[in-house]
């Protein structure tokens, strides 16, 4: 129910939008990071007993440094560098602690307390919180195929969570 919700927000409530999308090489990027976080949420639960989930976390921030670097020294070797300023700084400060830091502590906090198949769904909030991001810092107005996403998202989400009662057997 959440994935039809989402992607009623991607087809901007026009199923025909589908038949005609093209990838380019930054959906292909964005497909492998959705399959690797997939695989990361599953990998959570073969945390070896005696380590500390933080340093955990921290061998993950150490393996993905490594993995970005060669990108990072290619890019100075063409030139490429990063203009120093309070805002440039202020943003890699911010992108580090929120999402870079704390995202991951409450993610894999939740994958433990709930598991990986109900912790996974909240990625389906991403549209939600794009729509209403773009809402109030870009002046745009929700459409109709909006709200029934949003509303679609929620519902799976509250159905995935809820404990609901089980019918008797007879």
């Known amino acids: ?12 409530g026009d199923l025909n939008t589908l038949a005609q999308m093209s990838l380019n090489v ?39 440094l490594l993995a970005l670097a060669p990108g990072y020294a290619w890019e100075i070797a063409q030139g490429q560098t990063i203009q120093v300023s309070t805002g440039s700084l202020a943003a890699i400060a911010y992108t580090g602690v929120f999402p870079g830091f704390l995202g991951y502590v409450f993610y894999n906090r939740a994958v433990g307390e709930v598991g990986a198949s109900k912790a996974s769904l909240f990625i389906h909030l991403m549209p939600v919180f794009g729509t209403l991001l773009s ?8 459409q109709p195929y909006h709200y029934a996403g949003i509303s679609l998202i929620f519902a799976g989400i509250y159905l995935t969570t809820s404990s609901l009662p089980r019918a008797k057997t007879p």
């Open 135 to 142: 809402a109030i810092f870009l002046a745009e107005i929700p």
């Open 1 to 12: 129910l959440s994935f039809v919700g989402v992607t009623s927000i991607v087809c901007r």
């Open 26 to 64: 930054g959906d292909l990027w964005m497909l492998a990071a959705v399959f690797t976080w997939a695989l990361y949420t599953i990998g959570l639960q073969w945390r070896p007993t005696g380590v500390h989930p933080m340093l955990l976390l921290a061998a993950f921030t150490v393996v993905g």
